[in-house]
């Protein structure tokens, strides 16, 4: 059985990765998921990268606040 990680990725949305630090988002407890103003990518923010106003590099090259 060959599982499909790209698939299972997408299924599970509310199981985003923080685009800053890398871990793992939970909606609603001040972090945030929001879509990349370029290609549309939803991308995750980690409520300490937040206020902390870390910068994000979306994989189309997308800088954002
Ligand atoms: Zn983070
Ligand atoms: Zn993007």
Do not use: F
Request: proline letters at 5%; one cysteine or more.
């Amino acid at each position: 059985m060959v599982i499909d990680m790209e698939a299972q990725s997408a299924t599970y949305t509310d199981k985003l990765r923080c685009i800053s630090c890398g871990a793992y988002v939970t909606i609603g407890a001040g972090s945030v998921k929001l879509p990349c103003p370029e290609c549309g990518e939803v991308v995750g923010r980690c409520a300490r990268c937040r206020i902390l106003g870390k910068k994000y590099n979306c994989k189309c090259g997308y800088e954002g606040p």
